[in-house]
């Protein structure tokens, strides 16, 4: 494959990727089927990119103990082990096995980063703007109610389609989804404490 055609097919695919990260906002349901379904990967691959771009300018916006290729690995393999995870009890707690794809847990997951990117990167931006401490004067406490209700926001979207990732990828009903759920928090909190304990990650980039 020559170096044109990649340039099409990734240009192509990041327009379709722009065009679903406005469709998750405003039909996240028809969006997250469609996107489970979807064959595409540089689709996952521009977001995961995105991700390493994240990192790297974190690295030099703040004081950091670990490079930013290591944050990044360990941010893979936490996709990795959360998407494998999910995709292994799906195929236990299906009828039809055939019809779990591994395929269809990459690309769900990874457009449901898209909350966890754009929090990230605001609270990068708001740290050079509105660096702590921050003042408890009108505008201050102003600053943060909107930025409470902000992130707020961010959590609920992140929710929906994490949800809508789970369903349309794992086949299950809700409450196999949430007994999943759980499983999967018995081992990622303890997890996630232990990378925090080593100042990997002081919130889990997933």
Do not use: H
Not at 45 to 70: E, N, Q
Not at 102 to 111: D, G, I, L, Q
């Amino acid at each position: 494959m020559d170096f044109k055609k990649i340039l099409v097919n990734f240009l192509a695919s990041f327009f379709v990727l722009l065009k679903r990260f406005i469709l998750l906002i405003i039909s996240p349901y028809k969006t997250m089927r469609k996107i489970s379904y979807e064959k595409d990967y540089y689709q996952p691959i521009i977001i995961i990119s995105l991700v390493f771009i994240y990192f790297k300018f974190i690295y030099y916006l703040r004081d950091k103990i670990y490079p930013a290729t290591l944050i990044y690995f360990l941010f893979i393999i936490n996709v990795l082990l959360t998407v494998i995870f999910f995709y292994l009890l799906s195929k236990l707690f299906s009828n039809n096995k055939k019809e779990i794809t591994f395929s269809s847990f990459v690309f769900t997951f990874s457009y449901s980063l898209f909350p966890t990117i754009i929090w990230f990167l605001s609270t990068s931006i708001l740290y050079i703007f509105l660096p702590p401490p921050r003042t408890f004067s009108i505008l201050g406490k102003g600053f943060s109610i909107f930025f409470v209700a902000y992130s707020m926001s961010l959590l609920i979207w992140k929710l929906i389609i994490g949800y809508l990732a789970m369903r349309f990828s794992s086949k299950q009903n809700f409450f196999k989804i949430i007994y999943m759920i759980i499983l999967y928090l018995i081992w990622f909190i303890p997890y996630s404490i232990f990378l925090y304990q080593f100042k990997l990650f002081r919130i889990p980039f997933i």
